[in-house]
Every structure is written in structure tokens, then in C-alpha cells.
């Protein structure tokens, strides 16, 4: 089992950046793909992006593509989610996640263990 903990959300303008973080418990990080999600008021958690166990592969969901990197350090069991260029319909609640099965997989299955979330707010 892995804990996961969640921070740098915040309130930015349209167009900032922001850099969320996600620390994992436990020795066993590089074993399970990591990702992030993100549920708005009043919609369903969506996908947002993932990231295989050694961070070769990454996938993003179309409405980030090109504006979020995800990445990650196995050394400091954290991964990371950079967030340029925001918009307005970024605003929602982040969760990471993690998985024992692919980041493929990731992005059409919700992943076993969840952190509590951090709250992201674009203005415009």
C-alpha cells in the first residue's frame, strides 16, 4: 500500500503556471505508475495525466496536452505535475494516484490508491 500527499495548489491568474507536488510513502514507489486527475464542481474525476514506473512513458489527457509535464524522481519518491499556461477550466480539486498496473492503463481504469487532493483556481 503507498500513502500519497498531495500540495502546491493555489489561486493564479489565466496564464500563470503552477507546479504541483505528490509525495509517496513507503519503499516500494517505483513499482506502481503514477498520476495525476482532477474532478471540477459538479463533474466526474477526470484523467489528466500519468507516468510509467522509471518515467520513460507519459500520457495527457487532449486538454492539457502541450500545457502539463508530468514527471518524477524515484530517489525522493514524489512526482510532479507542471501546469503553464492555465486556464479558467483548469480549476478543480488534483488528485494523485497510483497504480500496480500501467500508466497506459491509468488513463481508462481509476487507480487503487488516492491522495486527499489539492485545490487549483485559475481566475480570468
Known amino acids: 500500500q503507498v500513502q500519497l500527499v498531495e500540495s502546491g495548489g493555489g489561486l493564479v491568474q489565466a496564464g500563470d503556471s503552477l507546479r504541483l507536488s505528490c509525495a509517496a510513502s513507503?519503499?516500494?514507489?517505483?513499482?506502481?505508475?503514477m498520476g495525476w486527475f482532477r474532478q471540477a464542481p459538479g463533474k466526474e474525476r477526470e484523467f489528466v495525466s500519468a507516468i510509467s514506473r522509471i518515467g520513460v512513458t507519459t500520457y495527457y489527457a487532449d486538454s492539457v496536452k502541450g500545457r502539463f509535464t508530468i514527471s518524477r524522481d524515484n530517489t525522493k519518491n514524489t512526482v510532479y505535475l507542471q501546469m503553464n499556461s492555465l486556464k479558467p477550466e483548469d480549476t478543480a480539486v488534483y488528485y494523485c494516484?497510483?497504480?500496480?498496473?500501467?500508466?497506459?492503463?491509468?488513463?481508462?481504469?481509476?487507480?487503487?490508491?488516492w491522495g486527499q487532493g489539492t485545490q487549483v483556481t485559475v481566475s480570468s
Open positions: 494516484a497510483a497504480s500496480s498496473t500501467t500508466a497506459k492503463e491509468m488513463s481508462v481504469m481509476m487507480p487503487a490508491y
Open positions: 513507503g519503499r516500494t514507489f517505483s513499482s506502481y505508475a
